[in-house]
Nanobody
Framework: QVQLVESGGGLVQAGGSLRLSCVVS????????MGWFRQAPGKEREFVAS????????SYADSVKGRFTISRDNAKNTAALQMNSLKPEDTAVYYC??????????WGQGTQVTVSS
């Protein structure tokens, strides 16, 4: 089992940037695939991006491709989500998640991102 703690959320104007970080503790970080999800008010949680154990393969939702970049540092037990060209529709609570299987079993508490128009 791992513990995930996100940080880096905040209020930003449209077109701006934010960098979210996720610090993972409790087990072997490099054995986990990492992902970012988000949930806007009144909507279901949705996939944003994921990165494999080595960091050599990434996947993105169509809505964020070309604007967001997921990364990881296995030496520091951290994952990050660089968000550029932010839009008001990116406003949501962003969650970091970890997986060693087909399921995302471990989640952080979430960090709020608000993009003003």
């Amino acid at each position: 089992q791992v513990q995930l703690v996100e940080s880096g959320g905040g209020l930003v104007q449209a077109g701006g940037s934010l960098r979210l970080s996720c610090v993972v503790s409790g087990s072997s970080f490099s054995t986990y695939k990492m992902g970012w999800f988000r949930q806007a008010p009144g909507k279901e949680r949705e996939f944003v991006a994921s990165i494999n154990r080595s960091g050599g393969s990434t996947s993105y939702a169509d809505s964020v491709k070309g604007r967001f970049t997921i990364s990881r540092d296995n030496a520091k037990n951290t994952a990050a989500l660089q968000m550029n060209s932010l839009k008001p529709e990116d406003t949501a609570v962003y969650y970091c998640a970890a997986s060693r299987s087909l399921m995302w079993n471990d989640w952080g508490q979430g960090t709020q991102v608000t993009v003003s128009s």
